[in-house]
């Protein structure tokens, strides 16, 4: 167990650019960005050229029913979301390339052969990487991303008030708490449907002798391709979009924050009530995807292919 | 004295090479042993084998392990070097040495601290921004905390200056080695650890040619330094080599009695490099 943490940190060490501060700073430029919108609608709408406001055209004058408050304070929570799902984002792309690069890099420059001189199991070793990948950076990538939600709905609130509106009133509509709880106890059904493709780059990352990058990416698109162009020659019964969508997306897109959503059975979309658009961020409606075949066949397959990985770092000789 | 490696037909192929072939050989505890060999003989080969880095076929013993199927353990009690420039370059010394002390059961802090207090290596530094020297301080120190009981140096200073390269033998000589460590050593630069040798091996095509340890070498293997009149006396006798030396002939001898020898001229010990140059001979030819 201890051996496992110091892998774990050791991961950390060697990526703390992309685990700490990509995301940090990904937040950081995001808030300044806003900051910067914001202050553009006020200079613009303290003109008086166009009443532009960036609040939705809200006709702030303090009296707002229970009613406009629930959907301001659900507004200010999807903010909150935007701004963690962009961190996340980032997170995503980052965690890609470590993949690919996680059982690879350290064969090309040759320091594997440092880490095989200590006694520590290659499954101990691979297992630490995909616990990096689908656990810590995540982890940080939430925490900053709720940090600069919460910073963003401060500014926002904050802004709201300069019209007259009740900044705490507003503030005490908004669950910054509950998104914050919300998107960490999301982590676990993140790294379950991550598994096929964090399994399939480390795969490849573990297995080719070069190039991790383009096997990884063109052999599911050539194989995807091959089944649509037999598709579209009428051989298979299921359709060529069923093997993109199940084959091809699983194995690369999987990292992408919340794509198990496509898996839940959608709520009716009225777009003008955020209220509702946030049950579709709900804890409750996300874990519904727990009951999808989908998710536990990519999960068993991610596996399998962890374990493979796992042989090949074993048994690959090619130093 | 029981043997740290015993291997019985040790023998591992290429798609296209033999690297090693149906090779024996016995290592016991406390030596020194210099694996000697020309590019692509299968040292490297014969290394990883022991190291548990590749697969092979025979037997093989190392520790009373199996290297195939108990590496995690036999790696408490193995270290290597294996060249220069093998730790990653984003690794700092202070990550290096909490790493190591909390992953490996034998590893003594405070004796790689007291090494590395000896270097110009600082905690804060990382391994891109060291010379290849100082690389193999840091290596050095990690490995000679650690209380293991073999040692296995594959090409340890390769591209390292000579004032490294001297510091690093004495290093592991006064600091590290004694009677239940053993040190496995492969390099080019012979005449740099031929002092601190009490083994040789010569391995050749993937076969030991040579396996003797250096007093016996000293006994059966004589040079003798011999006058021109009494050159074809001494080439009736069949020697190993030849080469001429300010007009007179050097000749190796393999298994000569010493007294014949001494007759025709001034005995001595051959290096461990004529040695090998001689038992080579047309290798690449």
């Known amino acids: 167990m201890k051996t496992f943490y110091w892998l774990v940190k050791r991961e950390f060490w060697e990526h703390r650019g992309g685990f700490f501060w990509a995301p940090l700073i990904s937040g950081g430029v995001f808030l300044v960005l806003n900051i910067m919108a914001l202050i553009t609608g006020e200079v613009l709408g303290g003109r008086g050229s166009t009443h532009f406001n960036i609040a939705g055209g809200l006709n702030l004058n303090g009296h707002l029913d229970a009613d406009m408050l629930g959907k301001i304070g659900a507004g200010l929570d999807i903010a909150m979301y935007v701004a963690a799902g962009l961190v996340l984002m980032i997170m995503a792309i980052i965690v890609f390339f470590y993949c690919l690069g996680s059982l690879y890099d350290d064969r090309r420059d040759r320091s594997i052969l440092f880490w095989k001189s200590l006694p520590i199991s290659n499954r101990d070793t691979v297992l630490s990487k995909v616990v990096s990948a689908t656990i810590v950076a995540p982890a940080i990538a939430c925490l900053f991303g709720t940090c600069a939600g919460l910073l963003l709905l401060l500014i926002a609130a904050f802004t709201a008030s300069l019209h007259g509106l009740n900044m705490w009133q507003l503030l005490m509509n908004s669950h910054p708490l509950m998104v914050a709880i919300n998107l960490i106890t999301l982590i676990p059904l993140y790294a379950i449907w991550a598994l096929p493709t964090v399994g399939w780059l480390m795969f490849c990352s573990a297995w080719t002798r070069s190039k991790p990058f383009l096997w990884a990416l063109l052999a599911p698109l050539a194989a995807g391709v091959i089944v649509s162009w037999f598709g579209l020659m009428g051989l298979f019964n299921l359709g060529s979009g069923w093997f993109w969508k199940n084959i091809v997306s699983r194995m690369l897109l999987s990292l992408i924050p919340g794509g198990w959503i496509r898996d839940t059975t959608p709520i009716d979309n009225e777009p003008h009530d955020p209220s509702v658009l946030l049950d579709h961020i709900g804890l409750a409606h996300n874990y519904a995807a727990l009951a999808s075949p989908d998710l536990w066949i990519g999960a068993v397959a991610g596996i399998a292919l962890i374990t493979t990985a796992i042989w090949f770092r074993r048994w690959r000789d090619d130093s | ?285």
């Open chain 2, 1 to 285: 004295m029981s043997a740290v490696i015993t291997a019985t037909g040790l023998s591992k192929r290429y798609k296209n090479s033999v690297a090693l072939d149906n090779v024996s050989f016995q290592i016991p505890a406390g030596r020194i042993v210099g694996l000697i060999g020309p590019n692509g003989a299968g040292k490297t080969t014969a290394l990883k084998a022991i190291l548990g880095l590749t697969d092979f076929s025979g037997q093989l013993n190392v520790l009373g392990l199996d290297p195939r199927k108990q590496r995690d353990k036999l790696m408490e009690q193995v270290c290597f070097i294996a060249d220069v420039a093998v730790l990653p370059r984003w690794l700092r010394v202070s990550e290096a040495v909490d790493f190591v002390a909390n992953v490996h059961p034998r590893f003594d802090r405070a004796k790689c601290e007291a090494f590395l207090a000896r270097t110009k290596l600082t905690p804060s530094m990382r391994v891109r921004q060291m010379s290849k020297g100082m690389i193999v301080q840091l290596h050095l120190a990690l490995v000679m905390a650690i209380d293991a009981r073999l040692l296995i140096l594959d090409e340890p200073t390769l591209g390292l200056d000579i004032l490294y390269r001297k510091q690093f033998y004495q290093n592991l000589l006064e600091d590290y080695f004694d009677e239940n460590k053993t040190i496995i050593v492969t390099t080019h630069q012979v005449e740099e650890v031929e002092h601190i040798l009490t083994d040789l091996m010569f391995i050749r095509d993937g076969k030991i040619v040579l396996d003797s340890d250096m007093d016996a070498i000293g006994e059966r293997f004589i040079e003798v330094m011999v006058n021109g009149d009494r050159a074809e006396a001494a080439r009736a006798l069949k020697p190993l080599d030849e080469r001429q030396v300010f007009g007179k002939s050097i000749f190796l001898f393999d298994g000569v009695e010493r007294s014949t020898l001494e007759a025709m001229g001034e005995v001595r010990r051959p290096s461990v490099s004529d040695l090998f140059v001689a038992t080579m001979k047309g290798t690449y030819a």
